[in-house]
């Protein structure tokens, strides 16, 4: 395998962690799937409306048992909007996003006309419109996250598989359904692009891909954090920071910026704890661990974060803490880490656990989520974390 980027020789910055706190906060369950109809194991986060309706996507259940888009209304009566079929896409592993006019876009993992995927349409009214079925080749195979949205009405997102090389691709779908490949990853600038994409000011696109970056990790790259620069012909990549093992390995998602353009994720593995890392990476590709998960605080965090405006970091850990059974936890601003709920409180597990996806959070601070298992049917759950 040839030579990599490395980080284009950005240092990384490492911060001592603090220990940990680990004062629990409460948890109240305001839906549980029952695997059946109504869904079944959200692997996915949720997108909320002003009128406090909560969206998003199982990656199992409806009535094709393949996955649902759902509406959990703040009452806590669920509603399914659509369940998917094979002709659709099957097992949405990736939320959705919603515009002006009450239609929602996501992805499926598989399944459409070739059984690698597709990018769906779910109208106010329930109906399903696939607006590109993908091939793997050369259009990408396998897209594993959500969707984001320009003021055109455009949407772009990763494939995980496919493109030129089969190591992944960035894709734009127009109004019409018209797919273009506007990237194809090729081991040295990132390979299997998990996650999302974020967008700056400038339009420029950034993600994470779960290899390449370098020759790491026994020749495949641990993976990187990466910038997607559209205002050249064709769009050029730029490796912002490739992760050696000490600073964690495999980012699996999407990533946050803040007003200054630092990035901010996680690495689902390894780090000084072994557990998985929070990074920062600035404009400039300067990387800093930001904590550095050991198990008792939390491990594998699959998801990505959210900050708030005084710059506190929240997400989840898919497994560790008090139970093993996964966290959602905070970093303040000044590097310490608070475990704010251990799920499997209870020994049925009906509070929850696995939690895949990240969090949101509400004007009062309050957090909120899903998690993949548990719940009063053992199907997964949508929680919220009482802050106040």
């Known amino acids: 395998m040839k030579s990599g980027k490395f980080g284009y020789g950005l240092g990384l910055a490492l911060l001592i962690p603090t220990a940990g706190a680990h004062a629990q906060r409460s948890e109240t369950v305001l839906y549980s799937f029952t695997g059946q ?5 959200p692997f996915s986060g949720l997108i909320e409306d002003k009128a406090g309706n909560f969206y998003g996507t199982t990656v199992e259940g409806g009535t094709a048992g393949v996955g649902a888009v759902y509406k959990l209304a703040p009452n806590g009566t669920e509603t399914v909007l659509a369940s998917l079929t094979a002709a659709d896409g099957t097992y949405p592993e990736g939320g959705v996003i919603m515009d002006k006019k009450g239609n929602f876009y996501g992805t499926t993992s598989s399944g459409g006309a ?27 195979k396998g897209p594993g996250a959500g969707l984001i949205m320009d003021k055109k009405g455009k949407l772009y997102g990763t494939t995980v598989f496919g493109g030129a090389t089969n190591e ?29 994409l974020t967008t700056d000011a400038s339009g420029n696109f950034y993600g994470t891909t779960q290899q390449g970056g370098s020759t790491a990790c026994g020749g495949a790259g641990c993976g990187e954090v990466f910038k997607l620069v559209t205002s050249s012909k064709p ?22 910026i803040d007003p200054s353009g630092n990035l901010y994720g996680t690495t689902e593995a390894d780090g000084a704890g072994g557990n998985g890392t929070v990074f920062k990476v600035t404009s400039a590709g300067v990387a800093t661990v930001l904590w550095a998960f050991t198990g008792a605080d939390g491990a594998q965090p699959y998801a990505g974060v959210i900050i708030d405006k005084k710059g506190n970091i929240f997400g989840t850990t898919m497994l560790g803490g008090a139970n093993n059974y996964g966290t959602v936890y905070e970093v303040t601003a000044t590097g310490k880490e608070k475990v704010l709920y251990s799920f499997n409180s209870d020994t049925n597990g009906t509070d929850g656990f696995e939690p895949y996806a990240g ?9 909120y989520g899903t998690t993949y298992g548990g719940g009063a049917d053992a199907a997964g759950a949508v929680f919220k974390i009482n802050r106040n």
Do not use: M
């Open 37 to 41: 109809a109504d869904g079944s194991n």
């Open 114 to 140: 070739s059984g690698f995927g597709t990018v769906y349409e779910v109208a106010p009214n329930g109906t399903v419109t696939v607006l590109h079925s993908f091939s793997g080749h050369p259009d990408g």
């Open 168 to 196: 992944g691709a960035v894709f734009e779908i127009a109004t019409d359904g018209t797919e273009k490949v506007r990237y194809s990853f090729n081991v040295t600038d990132g390979a299997f692009p998990a996650g999302g």
């Open 235 to 256: 769009w050029t990549v730029t490796v912002l920071h490739a992760f050696t093992g000490a600073d964690g390995v495999f980012p699996e998602d999407s990533l946050v």
């Open 359 to 367: 969090v949101i959070e509400d004007k009062s601070g309050n957090l």
